[in-house]
C-alpha cells in the first residue's frame, strides 16, 4: 500500500445512456509511468477526465494518496472543497496542448501560478523559466506559440502541467501529431522527468513506440467488453496475454 499513489475501485463511466467502461478496478504506483491503452473509441481519454475531476463516473470511486496528511482519500465521496484540493495535486497536459496564442510561453506556464498562488511577479517568473528550462525550452520564454515547432507546443505543455510541482501528471496522447524522432524526444523526457523528480505519471496513448519505452505498467481497455481486459507491462502482454484484441493492438496485426 505504501508504494501506491491511485486505487481505482469498481469504477463505471457512460454517455447519453450508453456504457463506455464498466467494472474499472486497478492501482498505479508512486513514481511510475502507467499507460492506458486500448483501441479507438474504448474510453481512454473519458478514463483520464473522470480521473482528473472533470467527468464524474455513473459509480465506483478513485482513492488518491493525500501526500500532506500520508493518507488515502476518496475523490468522488469528498465533498467539492476536498476535491478541488485533491486536485491541486494534478498536472494535466491535453492532447492539444491548449496553449493561449496571444500569450508567450513564460505567460502561458505562469498561468495557474498568478491565478492560483500570491507569489510576487518576480517569484512567478523564476518559477515558469526553471519549468522552461526543465524541458530544454531555456531561451524561449517570450516566444509566441505560433514561432515553435510542434514538439516544443508539448513541451511546453509539461511544463504548464509541472508549474505547481504536483506529484502526479496526466498526458491524454502527448506524441499526437509528432513525427517519430520529436515523439521519441518526448518519450526520453518524460522518463527523464520521472527518474530526476519522482513524479507519477498516468498516460493515455495508442502510439506503439512510447507504449514499449516508457510504460512501466499499464492497462488495455477493451470497446466491445467495456472493461479491463489486460494489466501490466506492455512487454510481458506481447509475450504472455493470448486475447486477440490485445495481441492485435500490441503487435499491429503481425505475426509474432
Not at 249 to 256: A, H, N, Y
Request: hydrophobic share 40%.
Amino acid at each position: 500500500m505504501s508504494d501506491t499513489a491511485i486505487i481505482v475501485e469498481n469504477l463505471a463511466m457512460s454517455y447519453e445512456g450508453h456504457v463506455i467502461q464498466r467494472d474499472l478496478n486497478f492501482e498505479v504506483n508512486r513514481n511510475e509511468i502507467f499507460v492506458i491503452m486500448g483501441n479507438s473509441g474504448s474510453g481512454k481519454s473519458t478514463l483520464m477526465r473522470t480521473m482528473t475531476g472533470l467527468d464524474e463516473p455513473d459509480c465506483g470511486d478513485i482513492m488518491y494518496h493525500c501526500y500532506s496528511e500520508q493518507d488515502f482519500k476518496s475523490f468522488w465521496k469528498s465533498p467539492e472543497q476536498m476535491r478541488h484540493k485533491m486536485m491541486e495535486q494534478f498536472g494535466v497536459m491535453f492532447q492539444n496542448g491548449a496553449l493561449f496564442s496571444s500569450m508567450t510561453l513564460l505567460e502561458n506556464v505562469s498561468l495557474r501560478l498568478t491565478e492560483t498562488t500570491h507569489y510576487s511577479a518576480e517569484r512567478i517568473r523564476k518559477i515558469a523559466s526553471l519549468k522552461l528550462a526543465l524541458v530544454g525550452l531555456k531561451g524561449y520564454e517570450k516566444y509566441y506559440p505560433s514561432e515553435i515547432s510542434g514538439g516544443m507546443k508539448k513541451r511546453v505543455g509539461i511544463a504548464r502541467a509541472m508549474a505547481m510541482d504536483p506529484p502526479i501528471l496526466f498526458f491524454d496522447e502527448p506524441s499526437a501529431g509528432l513525427d517519430p524522432l520529436s515523439s521519441k524526444q518526448l518519450d526520453d523526457l518524460l522518463l527523464e522527468l520521472r527518474n530526476s523528480m519522482g513524479i507519477t505519471m498516468i498516460v493515455v496513448t495508442h502510439e506503439l513506440d512510447s507504449i514499449f519505452s516508457i510504460a512501466d505498467n499499464s492497462i488495455f481497455l477493451d470497446h466491445d467488453q467495456q472493461t479491463i481486459i489486460a494489466k501490466g507491462d506492455p512487454k510481458d502482454m506481447l509475450k504472455e496475454n493470448s486475447h486477440y484484441q490485445v495481441q492485435a493492438f500490441l503487435s499491429r496485426g503481425k505475426e509474432i
